[in-house]
């Protein structure tokens, strides 16, 4: 009983935590495969040669039973006369002459039809990330990086065997088969439609697979994108699942996971298996109405011996060909489910746009006003209640308040991540919804308490706010923030590599680093979220003389809680559920006996305790 109330708990889970990628239910179409051949479109001149070659191929191996027939007629056992070993010696030479032709045709597709389909999916990969990175933070804010990460990866995967072999190897069987049944019809009309009763029977039976088998491979990727995202989860939670000792039910969790997706992996293949046994049975009755129906000809006279053997060698070569097309419709409906998923993406259209008027933003004195800004994360619960205030060029803004009080969303406004639901954000009057987005951003600099360090080197990291930066105003930027003393302390210097997220630094460490990426990027507009939280008190007196540096000239909007970070700032902004509560200097807030001075009291008391 606890073993099914388990997978139930572990099923809700799962159904909870990765809702956005429940499968996708829309209807086979044609119009979505055209959709994903339009990226073989620019490579069409390269794709000719190489159906050229396939066309070539396909014929020598047309030709081949023609030959076979020749040979036992005509020097086997002819109708009249004996045997001819000249002939057979002629038919053979130039059967080889066939498999020679064949061989270098084969080639010559593969390897073109090979590096046609990486291109392609190259094309398919890179379109997809770009797309990505244009997204707003409202999409990823609902989706774990995992979920997101096996798209760009086994999704576009996924479809590789179809643009690589898939495509040309459905011409080349479609003009086989079509060569075949003409082949058959013109030299025995009657024989060769006995034969063709077998396959309308096996595409009935195909038919009524094709819907089942679609949606089992949806179930297969929506399954392996699930375990992705709970991997990626997992490992960046890995020292909270050790410090609160939850690696077996962790373990649990994703054995329910792994057993699920193996079970779709089982489902689907068997399907999939399906197809083989069809087109065994229809070959094998094909076969036997083959020699059933030819004996009774030749007795007849109606047709040779060499006929017959012909007609047998067509039929195995009419069966390859349905036996891969089969399989090319398999292959096909994967590459449906990963296609689906993959333009699902693309289709997203960012919550965050621009207008097809925008202009980029000139270089800004720095003013920024919000004008009565109404926000909401989620339809109906309101982050923001009319915020407005103002911030002259060059002024320094502490934003204040208890945790969901509304102070990092204010920021995310000005960056843009979102936009009001009502109201404005301008900067020197302008609506940042009239510029583009990326002349906006390059004009304000963030400093997060979570700062994100880049595998790479030391120098590389700081270079990220400014990519055309020297050397030397790496070096300058880093002694400003007071960053360059710890730096040449690591083994390399400025050139010690990192890893991801700057794991042998201290987050004291990193966010220096951030402090000399955001200077060196000279921005008129700088925002610090909690920028000194993870900094000790001796660090954080020389990074006060930094601070001073690095806001001269700018418009800045600090989140802080430290009373050193922001009891010199122009104007201190308190937020209480959305709405400023208090606005005024540090001395006049302290006075007024609020809100402020609570939170400045909590902190002294903090401090002492």
Not at 209 to 238: P, T
Not at 379 to 391: D, F, N, T, V
């Amino acid at each position: 009983m606890s073993s099914t109330s388990g997978t139930d708990k572990y099923d809700k889970k799962e159904r909870f935590i990765y809702k956005d990628d429940d499968a996708i239910e829309k209807p086979f179409n044609w119009a979505q495969v055209g959709r994903l051949f339009v990226y073989m479109k620019p490579y069409k001149r390269q794709l000719i040669p190489a159906i050229f070659m396939m066309i070539i191929g396909t014929l020598t191996r047309l030709a081949t039973p023609a030959l076979v027939i020749l040979a036992i007629d005509e020097a086997i056992q002819p109708a009249e006369g004996a045997a001819s070993l000249p002939k057979l010696y002629l038919y053979a030479g130039l059967m080889l002459l066939l498999y020679v032709v064949q061989w270098a045709a084969n080639s010559y597709r593969i390897k073109y039809t090979n590096i046609i389909g990486q291109k392609v999916i190259y094309d398919l990969r890179h379109d997809l990330f770009k797309h990505i990175q244009k997204l707003s933070f409202r999409f990823f804010d609902k989706r774990p990086a995992g979920s997101v990460l096996v798209r760009i990866t086994n999704d576009v995967n996924a479809l590789q065997d179809l643009f690589t072999n898939g495509v040309v190897n459905l011409l080349m069987d479609c003009v086989q088969l079509l060569g075949i049944v003409v082949i058959l019809l013109v030299w025995n009309f009657k024989l060769g439609l006995a034969i063709m009763v077998t396959v309308p029977l096996m595409f009935i039976v195909s038919t009524a697979l094709r819907k089942r088998i679609r949606f089992a491979w949806q179930d297969v990727r929506m399954k392996q994108s699930r375990i992705n995202a709970h991997l990626n989860e997992s490992i960046q939670g890995m020292k909270v699942t050790q410090a609160y000792v939850q690696e077996k039910d962790n373990m649990r969790f994703f054995d329910y996971m792994n057993t699920v997706n193996v079970k779709s992996w089982n489902k689907a293949s068997a399907l999939n298996q399906a197809f083989g046994p069809v087109i065994e049975i229809t070959s094998a009755l094909g076969t036997f109405i083959l020699f059933w129906y030819g004996a009774h000809l030749i007795q007849q006279g109606a047709i040779t011996i060499g006929l017959l053997v012909g007609f047998a060698n067509y039929i195995g070569n009419f069966w390859d060909p349905i036996n891969r097309l089969g399989q090319m419709y398999s292959q096909l409906l994967i590459a449906m489910a990963s296609s689906e998923r993959i333009f699902e993406f693309i289709d997203e259209e960012p919550t965050v746009s621009e207008k097809g008027a925008a202009k980029a933003l000139p270089n800004i004195r720095g003013d920024v006003v919000f004008d009565n800004i109404i926000f909401e994360y989620e339809k109906g619960r309101q982050a923001l209640k009319g915020i407005s205030l103002e911030a002259k060029a060059g002024q320094s803004i502490a934003l204040v308040g208890h945790t969901g009080s509304g102070k990092s969303t204010i920021i995310n406004l000005l960056c843009r991540f979102y936009d009001p639901v009502s109201g404005s954000v301008r900067i020197d009057g302008k609506d940042i919804r009239d510029v583009t987005i990326e002349s906006l951003r390059s004009q304000v600099g963030i400093v997060m308490q979570d700062t994100f360090i880049f595998s790479g080197t030391i120098r590389d990291n700081i270079r990220y706010g400014r990519l055309g930066a020297s050397d030397a105003d790496i070096v300058e930027a880093a002694k400003a923030v007071h960053a360059h003393d710890f730096i040449m302390n690591l083994p390399d210097g400025y050139d010690t590599e990192v890893e991801e997220r700057g794991n042998i630094l201290s987050m004291g460490q990193r966010q220096l680093l951030s402090f000399a990426r955001a200077l060196l990027a000279n921005p008129r507009i700088l925002i610090l979220d909690e920028a000194t939280a993870s900094i000790d008190t001796d660090t954080e007196l020389k990074i006060q003389e930094a601070l001073k540096a690095l806001l001269a000239g700018r418009t800045s909007f600090m989140i802080a809680h430290r009373l050193s970070t922001i009891r010199n700032a122009d104007e201190i902004i308190v937020l209480d559920h959305g709405r400023i509560v208090e606005q005024g200097k540090h001395e006049t807030l302290i006075a007024k006996k609020g809100i402020y001075n609570g939170l400045i009291e909590a902190q002294y008391r903090f401090l002492s305790a």
